[in-house]
């Protein structure tokens, strides 16, 4: 049995909400999908609809797929949110430098934001992996 819980689904739920526009999608780690969504609406509300019964699922193959460690997803998916352009989430990830330059920038002139929206699990992970926060 994996305990690795590195998402929640209650966020995932939260998140659903606004998932005619893939937040719960990019949460999960599916960035592609969370694209689509942004771009259509949750494939017309309809795969929106379908992902209120998807979500244990997602929740549960983003808990394989990413480990936890001392970066909290949760938390840094919070502050990409809400204070990403101020380079919050990268503070707390301890990339100093990048950090700086977002804050310098407007989150590098709002595509650090979009990349991070599309990466952030696997930078976590990433970091977790490498024990370099150890």
């Given at each position: 049995m994996?305990?690795n819980?590195?998402?929640?689904?209650?966020?995932?739920?939260?998140?659903w909400?606004f998932?005619?526009?893939?937040?719960?999608r990019?949460?999960?780690g599916?960035?592609?999908s969370g694209?689509?969504?942004?771009?259509?609406?949750?494939?017309?509300?309809?795969g929106?609809?379908v992902?209120?019964?998807?979500?244990?699922?997602?929740?549960r193959?983003?808990?394989r797929?990413?480990?936890t460690?001392?970066?909290n997803?949760?938390?840094?998916?919070v502050?990409?949110?809400?204070?990403g352009?101020?380079?919050?989430?990268?503070?707390y990830?301890?990339?100093?430098?990048?950090?700086v330059?977002?804050?310098?920038?407007?989150?590098?002139?709002?595509?650090?934001?979009?990349?991070?929206?599309?990466?952030?699990?696997?930078q976590i992970?990433e970091?977790h992996?490498d024990?370099?926060?150890?």
């Open positions: 994996n305990n819980n590195s998402h929640s689904i209650v966020i995932g739920y939260i998140l909400i998932g005619f526009m893939g937040a719960h990019f949460y999960y599916r960035p592609i694209i689509i969504w942004f771009f259509t609406l949750g494939l017309f509300l309809i929106w609809i992902d209120l019964f998807l979500i244990p699922s997602m929740d193959s983003a808990d797929r990413f480990l460690g001392p970066i997803y949760n938390i840094a998916w502050l990409l949110t809400f204070l352009i101020f380079g919050i989430h990268r503070f990830q301890r990339k100093w430098i990048t950090g330059i977002y804050l310098l920038t407007v989150g590098l002139f709002g595509i650090g934001i979009i990349y991070d929206w599309c990466t952030l699990n696997d992970d970091l992996r024990g370099a926060l150890s």
